[in-house]
């Protein structure tokens, strides 16, 4: 036996190692082989080698018995490992492993870095290793970065797992090990080592030898104890082991002494029988395997021990309950409650989403309860990604929501828990408050009668409640209280416009004038009537004038009374001040003060800037005028053209049939490229434009790059489908490369095409936003909602609920990117009416965790 190995196979693959580790071929090595073989000895014994090589070394074993049974376990293990004076936070995932794929992948010895060896033992011992590639942090490894990775199984296994840790099955050395036979294993070590013999009885008649042994003796208690433990997703000590079972600690501690060569070759443990954990993960599998009869019962303790503790934990206020197994329990339970069926009971779900449980009590805790919920929510949503329809698709969207809001209260408790606090700092919950209410609202909106009334209510409730208080950032303040206002009438319309006010009061760019007109709506008439003079007369006194009162226009649901008041202050400006207030306003003004707008519009036009030096707007101004012009004023207009006026004068004039000036002016006035290929796309598209149908086509084939192309069906998708045929618009989207340019054109496309095509062009959506990758395209899809299968309707929730955003919190988890608020059509696609208030009750969790947050005041 060479190096104390056992065998010659350990041998070979120690100096197999070593010959990689000197080398620069490459820089992954999977060591491969059957349960037992070596595979953990040997690379322990190639990281002790290495001592004085000035290399920084990290290992780590994943699996229960090292305590490490989840990814989440071994990525947290390798960051202590490259930082272990300076570690980071383990609660943020995806920052974790960020960080780590930057520091993997740029490890550099020519940058004054030591080199970087990662040993990897057992990731397959896992519950719970991505299957996607792009998840592992190994993906890419730096010039000074190697990595060694143990895998259980044959060649073809090894090569499954490098290609799942992204390690590159083409360049990574392979090392098998074949085993050691019962002759070659020192005698001291035969027993323990004896199942793993090539000749040897192998773990499933080891683990029976030891149980029926047990069952001889009268020990039927170990039995059930082992059972225990091999069920466990890291190693108990006794008293949380004798708790489970319900024994006497003390009588299973003498148990254990007394039949401890019957144990010895199986079990392992610490000083007074703790940590007590199988002697291979081989060894414990064989044990569940064996030891099924009784295995319901064992997971049975596991759960109801686990929905004690919650209990214990809700009726306590949230403070953690003394009492035995306790402490693995806080850290394991949902994992239990998880493994005992295939979907987590609805009432598990609540309780493991309660503050009352959820709540952390150390940064340590809040890393378990993140880590916990993430796979709660793997759980939660898989019903959602497997392909199926009906109601079936609708019933976990409750439960998804609510774990996606825990989620969201803890990514808000780590931004404000400072390094070194014992708990959060004050959290800062106008935010959230201000998200949910818009939450609410938007379930609301894609609800019918009297549904839609049902939320609404709770939504406005919530607002009279909480919303004079908001002071957060102002602007979002103002819109959420007028979509409140907007869901309401009277008294309550009146007071949420009011607040909506006062919120654009504390911005200190200035109150946003456009809200107040919208605001003005739900007032009664005389204060209407004052707030819109006083917002006019604020525009009027900007440097800026004919600007300012555009933007009083352009708001939404501008009435007639507020146009006429526009109008009067519009006339009264300079030409090009006027210029640019009439261009939004002309199309909403009615009958004859639409023509008088009209005729001014193109007076200021013709006359230029103002005296006091406002430029005009003329792309703007020629959008919104154009329309009204007859052939006279438009060549008026081209008789001294300005930058920006050509395409809406090319469309224009394609209207009105004059095909051979419009494409004379895309020509002079616009330019080539999509300058010219867009004026002529839509012009084309016009009733008496399809004289340009030809050279719109040649101008769009032209476009490159493709994603220039597909942006530009994105913009006018309609005039794109009468134009170029939807087919072929169909094909431009798609060359557009990849991510959002062609999800955009698609899901664009989808909205305009006939109502027959609608559905499979969603479908088409769909499948672009899974190749692209990323969630830029997730707000262009979300609008093709209500024609998606209810399967992709399902999976888009399912993927993008509260995990869309950069970074999650509360806030982002009800009102941003992937938010409840966005997704609410998804919502609706799934269930209707039914899932969209189910949801809507799933959202008072989001209550009760603001109100933990003001509760609790920061304190742990």
């Not at 960051?79 to 794929?101: F, I, K, N, T, Y």
């Amino acid at each position: 036996m060479d190096h104390g190995f056992f065998g010659r196979s350990q041998s070979a693959a120690f100096d197999a190692i070593c010959a990689w580790h000197r080398g620069d071929r490459a820089g992954a090595c999977v060591v491969y082989g059957p349960a037992g073989a070596g595979k953990s000895t040997v690379i322990d014994r190639f990281f002790g080698s290495l001592d004085g090589s000035g290399a920084q070394r990290v290992l780590v074993r994943a699996g229960r018995g090292s305590g490490a049974p989840f990814e989440h376990d071994v990525l947290a293990r390798l960051a202590a490992g490259l930082w272990p004076d300076d570690a980071p936070h383990a609660e943020d995932r995806q920052g974790l492993c960020e960080l780590l794929v930057n520091e993997v992948a740029s490890r550099d010895v020519e940058q004054g870095e030591p080199a970087l060896l990662i040993g990897l033992v057992g990731p397959d011992a896992c519950a719970d290793w991505p299957e996607d590639r792009a998840l592992s942090v190994l993906g890419e490894l730096g010039p000074s970065a190697r990595v060694l990775v143990s895998v259980t199984g044959p060649r073809e296994a090894a090569e499954r797992w490098a290609e799942r840790l992204a390690l590159g099955t083409d360049s990574a050395a392979w090392v098998p090990l074949s085993g050691f036979r019962l002759d070659e294993i020192d005698a001291p070590w035969r027993d323990r080592l004896a199942w793993a013999a090539i000749d040897g009885p192998g773990p499933r008649a080891t683990v029976e030898a030891a149980a029926g042994a047990l069952r001889e003796r009268g020990a039927a208690r170990l039995g059930a104890l082992l059972s225990t433990v091999a069920r466990a997703f890291a190693p108990l000590d006794l008293g949380d082991a004798a708790a489970l079972l319900g024994a006497d600690e003390a009588e299973l501690a003498a148990a254990l002494g007394e039949h401890r060569a019957v144990i010895d070759p199986v079990l392992a443990w610490g000083e007074r029988w703790s940590a007590l954990r199988f002697r291979h993960e081989a060894l414990r599998a064989a044990w569940v395997a064996a030891s099924q009869d009784g295995a319901a019962l064992c997971e049975r303790r596991f759960v109801e021990a686990a929905r004690a503790l919650l209990g214990a934990r809700a009726r306590a206020g949230g403070r953690p309950p003394e009492g035995r197994a306790a402490a693995y329990l806080r850290r394991y339970a949902g994992d239990h409650l998880r493994a005992s069926s295939p979907r987590v009971p609805h009432a598990d779900v609540v309780a493991l989403c309660d503050p009352r449980w959820a709540w952390p009590s150390s940064l340590e805790d809040l890393a378990a309860r993140r880590a916990e919920l993430r796979r709660l929510r793997r759980s939660a949503a898989a019903p959602l990604e497997v392909s199926g329809a009906g109601d079936a698709l609708a019933a976990p969207v409750p439960d998804l929501v609510r774990v996606a809001l825990a989620q969201g209260a803890l990514g808000t408790l780590l931004r404000a828990w400072g390094p070194g606090d014992a708990g959060p700092g004050d959290v800062a919950r106008g935010d959230a408050e201000r998200a949910l209410a818009v939450a609410l609202l938007a379930l609301s909106a894609h609800a019918s009668e009297p549904s839609r009334e049902e939320i609404a209510a709770r939504a406005r409730a919530f607002v009279r409640q909480r919303g004079a208080a908001w002071r957060n950032e102002p602007w979002r303040d103002a819109q959420a209280l007028l979509a409140a206002a907007r869901a309401s009438s009277g008294d309550d319309a009146a007071t949420f416009a009011r607040w909506a006010v006062s919120a654009t009061s504390r911005d200190e760019q200035g109150p946003s004038l456009p809200l107040w007109l919208t605001a003005a709506r739900f007032l009664p008439p005389s204060e209407a009537e004052a707030l819109v003079a006083e917002a006019i007369e604020r525009a009027r006194s900007t440097p800026r004038p004919g600007h300012a009162l555009a933007q009083l226009a352009a708001a939404p649901g501008l009435d007639a009374s507020q146009a006429r008041s526009l109008l009067r202050a519009a006339m009264a400006l300079p030409s090009g001040s006027r210029a640019n207030a009439l261009a939004p306003l002309v199309r909403a003004l009615p009958g004859e003060e639409r023509d008088r707008g009209v005729s001014a519009l193109f007076g200021a036009f013709v006359d230029g800037a103002s005296a006091d030096g406002e430029p005009v707007d003329y792309p703007s101004c020629t959008e919104a005028l154009a329309p009204f012009l007859g052939l006279p004023e438009l060549l008026k207009l081209l008789d001294a053209p300005m930058t920006g006026m050509g395409a809406a004068l090319a469309v224009r004039l394609a209207e009105l049939g004059e095909t051979a000036r419009a494409l004379d002016v895309v020509g002079q006035l616009c330019g080539g490229g999509v300058h010219g290929a867009s004026p002529l796309l839509r012009a084309a598209a016009t009733e008496r434009g399809r004289p340009l149908t030809g050279a719109a086509r040649e101008a769009v084939a032209s476009l490159r790059p493709a994603w220039v192309a597909a942006a530009l069906v994105a913009d006018h998708a309609a005039p794109a489908i009468e134009v170029l045929g939807l087919d072929a618009a169909i094909e431009i989207a798609e060359r557009g490369g990849s991510g959002h340019a062609v999800v955009a054109a698609l899901a664009a496309l989808c909205c305009a095409a006939p109502a027959p095509s609608r559905p499979s062009l969603a479908a088409r959506a769909v499948a672009a936003y899974r190749d692209s990758g990323d969630t830029d395209g997730l707000e262009s899809l979300i609008r093709c909602a209500a024609w998606m299968s209810l399967h992709d309707a399902a999976w888009l929730l399912a993927r993008s609920l509260g995990d869309a955003a950069g970074s999650v919190t509360l806030a982002s988890t009800l009102g941003g990117w992937g938010g409840v608020e966005m997704l609410a059509p998804l919502v609706a696609r799934l269930g209707g009416d039914g899932a969209l208030v189910a949801a809507a009750d799933a959202l008072r969790e989001a209550n009760e965790w603001l109100a933990w947050m003001e509760s609790t005041g920061g304190r742990s």
